[in-house]
């Protein structure tokens, strides 16, 4: 997510939480930092609330994120928690182990849904006993998120369901739509010994690819990206060669991230499950490389389940996993991965 949310108050701070998830947590533990002077939301994660006896060893798997990233401060929250039973442990155990590394903790609170209960201040007049009311819905942070287009969720589920394959029309004209790529791509790969490293395959899977990803990849992030079943067919049937699949990857910036992200989730609903892999990884990276972790971790978890070993997969689960910050990915250059294949470039 690269619009600024704007909060001055935690109440502004918890109503922010669903416009930086994509959807609104349950029984969760939310930690972001806040960076440089003007304490810009930066990196954040989500985790399911633990039990009490397991807070400590949670806030020990995930303390390490955090003090990573070198914040200014970090924002600690037990959104969605009906009473303190969970909230509290798994609050504290991250709020302690953050301050034993020296991170200041800016706020720390529990958030049942109507009010917010603080952690860090315990003065009656801003923070009774009772709790502070806040009107998630209502709030001005999540309506100016709405306003800029985005889609907010009601749960993760919903979120997950984003990436799972659709059914109807759609879904049957791609799959029509597939078989004709299917005969070019083995009429192409007639007697080759290996259609990997195939020039003519190669090539031809290439010229298709790339003219669909012009095409798509056109226009600003708010602007819906539309593409025919004959496009989602020939994404998905010719990325699954590798160095195919390697130039969509190295076309995937950060400019151009969001649609991506949306272009490859497309392609991964309506294709077949053989084909669901590459386009289920390219939309985790183009998801990660558009700082939403939320969404990628949905495609990989879908990825897993399709095809548990695929090496693009468990590298960006790797990223995502290890808290790499997207900001310094270098980009790909597409000749050096044509240059994988002599005589290719």
Do not use: K
């Not at 502004?12 to 609104?24: E, K, Q, R």
């Not at 502070?132 to 800029?148: H, I, Q």
């Not at 907010?152 to 791609?174: K, N, S, T, Y």
């Not at 389940?305 to 310094?328: E, H, I, K, N, T």
Request: net charge negative; proline share 7%.
């Amino acid at each position: 997510m690269t619009d600024v949310i704007r909060a001055r108050t935690l109440a502004d701070l918890i109503s922010a939480v669903p416009a930086m998830f994509g959807f609104h947590p349950e029984e969760s533990l939310v930690a972001f930092c806040l960076d440089g002077e003007r304490r810009r939301i930066g990196f954040r994660f989500r985790a399911d609330l633990p039990p009490p006896d397991v807070a400590a060893a949670l806030a020990e798997s995930l303390v390490g994120h955090l003090v990573a990233q070198q914040p200014e401060a970090v924002v600690v929250l037990a959104y969605g928690a009906a009473d303190d039973r969970c909230a509290r442990p798994a609050v504290e155990a991250l709020v302690a182990l953050l301050e034993q590394a020296g991170v200041p903790v800016a706020e720390a609170a529990r958030f049942d849904g109507a009010r917010y209960f603080s952690y860090t201040c315990d003065e009656p007049r801003c923070c009774p006993p009772e709790g502070v009311p806040c009107d998630v819905e209502g709030s001005a942070v999540l309506a100016e998120a709405v306003f800029r287009g985005q889609e907010i969720l009601p749960d993760r589920e919903a979120l997950a369901r984003r990436f799972a394959p659709v059914a109807g029309p759609v879904r049957d004209d791609v799959q029509q739509a597939a078989g004709p790529q299917l005969t070019a791509l083995a009429g192409a790969a007639a007697g080759a010994v290996d259609p990997e490293q195939d020039l003519r395959t190669l090539r031809a899977g290439l010229d298709r690819v790339v003219a669909v990803l012009d095409d798509a990849l056109e226009g600003a992030d708010d602007e819906a990206v539309v593409v025919t079943a004959e496009q989602l067919a020939t994404l998905g049937v010719w990325a699954t060669l590798v160095v195919v699949r390697d130039v969509a990857w190295a076309r995937i910036t950060h400019e151009n991230a969001a649609r991506s992200l949306e272009l490859w989730r497309q392609v991964a609903v309506s294709v077949d499950e053989p084909f669901q892999a590459p386009a289920l990884s390219l939309a985790a990276f183009a998801a990660w490389l558009s700082g939403d972790g939320a969404q990628a971790q949905c495609a990989l978890d879908r990825a897993h389940v399709v095809a548990p070993d695929y090496s693009m997969a468990r590298l960006v689960q790797s990223a995502l996993s290890g808290c790499l910050d997207p900001r310094s990915w270098p980009e790909m250059d597409v000749d050096q991965v044509l240059r994988s294949v002599p005589g290719l470039s």
